[in-house]
């Protein structure tokens, strides 16, 4: 069972940025791809972005243009650069790989 570790969440200020890692470990095998989802109150989760282990990406409509995802293969990292945001990005940010999730990070977008 692969463990993941969300961070990088906080408060921030329309059209500001924040940066999210997830850190994988405890797989015995390199870990193909991983994604980042999100959930809002009262609304379903949601993917945002993903990437496979190739480098191979897709976003939702939502956040294109304005989020980045990334990875590092050596350190088992997933990041998700996170620009222009808006207060309809408030959400509790998940990270996915496999069957495996992180406990999330809470992301509010708020003046």
């Known amino acids: 069972q692969v463990q993941l570790v969300e961070s990088g969440g906080g408060l921030v200020q329309p059209g500001g940025s924040l940066r999210l890692s997830c850190a994988a470990s405890?797989?015995?095998?390199?870990?193909?791809?991983m994604g980042w989802y999100r959930q809002a109150p009262g609304k379903q989760r949601e993917l945002v972005a993903r990437?496979?282990?190739?480098?191979?990406?897709n976003y939702a409509d939502s956040v294109k243009g304005r989020f980045t995802i990334s990875r590092d293969n050596t350190k088992n990292t997933a990041y998700l650069q996170m620009n222009s945001l808006k207060p309809e990005d408030t959400a509790v940010y998940l990270c996915?790989?496999?069957?495996?999730w992180g406990q999330g990070t809470q992301v509010t977008v708020s003046s």
């Open positions: 990437i496979t282990s190739g480098g191979s990406t």
């Open positions: 996915s790989a496999g069957a495996s």
């Open positions: 405890g797989s015995r095998y390199s870990i193909n791809a």
